[in-house]
Each structure stands twice: as structure tokens, then as C-alpha cells.
């Protein structure tokens, strides 16, 4: 089975763009950083049903195997630049290599069963081969089993600000819960400061309480949300005591101010949904506005998972 293959890897798609690259490079950092071995996978495309009936047979089989030799050669350029990534010399790392034939999104959500992340580029190569790494990126965020990396144009191969923090957005759901987890965890891992964005209203900013509001019921609000946040925290603050936690709570949309609060992070977790109906909306449609906006890497945590069952969150530490 195909889930087998990826037990416990970090799953990078690979198809040659110059986001493929970058995806290829977070992901043996990130591999590298969690003692866990690398995969990278170039799924080859099925030809449309009309394309293959106009082939004949030996058509197809050429087509096929030129196919698997681009796939190969470029899998042994990401090997080669994943190697580089983690030791300047080169020199081997735990990493294997798989060449998939099959419907891109079905047979990367099929590996991310067992997966312990699945790394992509935010878009492909364009036209029809964008779907190699392009619109799957929004598929896998919606239906994967395990978290999804979604790395951008200058993630990798720009700047890395390897003392930014890592933010994560909190809504008091399971989902948000494991988000949180895996945000503390990478910030421990990182040894980086950690910003916990609590929005509490999708009305937009307000900078004032509504005429109709008296002083003391504004302040209870704001005491309200700033006290769940601090619960929903204390948990992960005594699992990960050296993790430094800024948090922050606001009265606005949330995907703006988890971009804003992402300017010159190193990481942004969010929960894939929310907590449901039109409070959902606090972590939920979001994490696609983010996931295709932000310019930092961004893991999304799937939606009915709890944090026991997050195969790539070990939230052991307690130093």
C-alpha cells in the first residue's frame, strides 16, 4: 500500500518547479530538526481518458516511461539538494525516493494516512502541470490525514529568519488545540519565541466599544477572551516551560492579523476548520486565506484530530 511507504516520513511533492525546490529544502530542515526521515514523491499525471484513446498503445508506453525518467532525474536533483541543505558537503541523509502513477490529490492524501507531514509548494509549474503542486496544495489542505506544510516563493531560497518566532492562531477548538500543540513543539524544537493569536470577532476591527455598550461590559468581554486564551495556553506553558509565549487577543478578522503577526516568523499553524457555523469562521475558511497569502511557511492541522492522534506532534518535554 501506498500509506506503508510513507509510515513516519516527511512526504515532499516534487515537480521540478523553483517552489518544488524550496518545498524540498524546508522539508529536509524540517525532517531534520524532528529526527524523522525524508520522502520525496513525483506523481506522474494519468493521461485524460480522450488523450489515451487517440494514442496507441506503444503511444502510451513511450509517453509513460519518458515520464518515469523525468521523474527520476529530478528526484535525484532533490536528493542531491536536500543533502546540501542539511550538510554542506552533501553527504547522505535519511531520505527515499517514490515515483507514483495516479491522480495527483488522491495519491498524495493516500500517503498522508500514514505520513507524518506532507510538504508542498504553494503553485506548480503553470498551465496544465500547475497540478502537480499548484491547486493540490489547496486539496490537500482541505483532505489530508496528517498536517500540511504550504511553502511560498521565498521560503527556502530567501532570508531565513531562523530567530523569527513561530505564530499560531487559537480558537478554543480540538483542531485549534492540536494546532496549538504543534506550534509549541516547533517552537521548542527551533528554540524560538512563540505568538498565540486569539481573534474574537469577524466583524472587522473595532477600536471602540458600540454606543450602546457601557465601559464595564466592553472590559468583561475583552477579560473574557483574554482568559480563555491564557487557558487554552497553560497546558502547552508547563509541557514546553522554555518556550517564551507572547499572546495576543483582538477584536478583528483573524487571517489579517495572523498574516501581520507572521511578518518575519519563521512558522504560522493553523486549524484547518474551526469550531463550527459562523464561529468556524475564526479558524476555519481562514486557514485557506492564510495558507495562500502568507510569504512564511505555513502547516495546516486537519480538521477531528486530536492531539493524541497527531503522528507528527510528540509533546513530551518537560524540562
Known amino acids: 500500500m501506498v500509506a506503508k511507504t510513507a509510515s513516519r516520513h516527511v512526504v515532499v511533492g516534487v515537480d521540478g518547479s523553483a517552489l518544488s525546490t524550496a518545498a524540498v529544502i524546508w522539508a529536509a530542515r524540517e525532517a531534520h530538526i524532528h529526527g524523522l526521515p525524508l520522502m520525496l514523491v513525483y506523481v506522474t499525471p494519468t493521461l485524460p481518458i480522450e488523450s489515451e484513446a487517440a494514442l496507441t498503445a506503444a503511444e502510451i508506453e513511450a509517453f509513460t516511461e519518458a515520464e518515469h ?9 532533490a536528493c542531491e539538494t536536500a543533502a546540501r541543505s542539511i550538510t554542506p558537503d552533501g553527504a547522505p541523509i535519511r531520505q527515499a525516493v517514490a515515483v507514483l502513477d495516479g491522480p495527483v490529490l488522491s495519491t498524495l492524501v493516500e500517503l498522508s494516512r500514514e505520513a507524518a507531514l506532507m510538504v508542498v509548494g504553494s ?31 521565498n521560503d527556502g531560497d530567501g532570508p531565513d529568519p531562523s530567530d523569527g ?14 494546532a496549538t500543540a504543534l506550534a509549541f513543539e516547533e517552537a521548542h524544537l527551533r528554540g524560538v519565541d ?29 477579560e473574557r477572551e483574554e482568559k480563555l486564551l491564557t487557558e487554552r495556553l497553560g497546558e502547552w506553558r508547563r509541557r514546553f516551560p522554555t518556550v517564551t509565549v507572547f499572546p495576543r487577543v483582538v477584536c478583528d478578522q483573524p487571517a489579517p492579523r495572523l498574516l501581520e503577526a507572521a511578518q518575519g516568523a519563521q512558522l504560522l499553524v493553523v486549524g484547518s476548520r474551526g469550531r463550527g457555523g459562523f464561529a468556524g469562521l475564526l479558524l476555519g475558511s481562514v486557514s ?10 505555513v502547516i495546516v ?8 492522534t497527531q503522528p507528527f506532534c510528540h509533546p513530551q518535554p518537560l524540562e
Open 69 to 77: 525518467t523525468r521523474a527520476r532525474e529530478l528526484l535525484e536533483q
Open 123 to 153: 503553485r506548480g509549474l503553470g498551465t496544465v502541470s500547475r497540478a502537480l503542486l499548484g491547486s493540490v496544495s489547496t486539496g490537500l489542505t482541505h483532505h489530508a490525514q496528517c498536517p500540511v506544510a504550504i511553502v511560498h516563493s
Open 165 to 178: 518566532p513561530v505564530v499560531v492562531g487559537v480558537d478554543g477548538s480540538p483542531t485549534s488545540e492540536s
Open 194 to 222: 512563540l505568538v498565540a493569536v486569539h481573534a474574537w470577532s469577524d466583524m472587522g476591527p473595532i477600536g471602540f466599544p458600540p454606543s450602546n455598550w457601557s465601559p464595564i461590559e466592553w472590559r468583561n468581554i475583552k
Open 288 to 297: 485557506a486565506t492564510v495558507a495562500g497569502a502568507a510569504t512564511v511557511p
Open 301 to 308: 492541522v486537519p480538521a477531528d484530530k486530536l492531539v493524541a
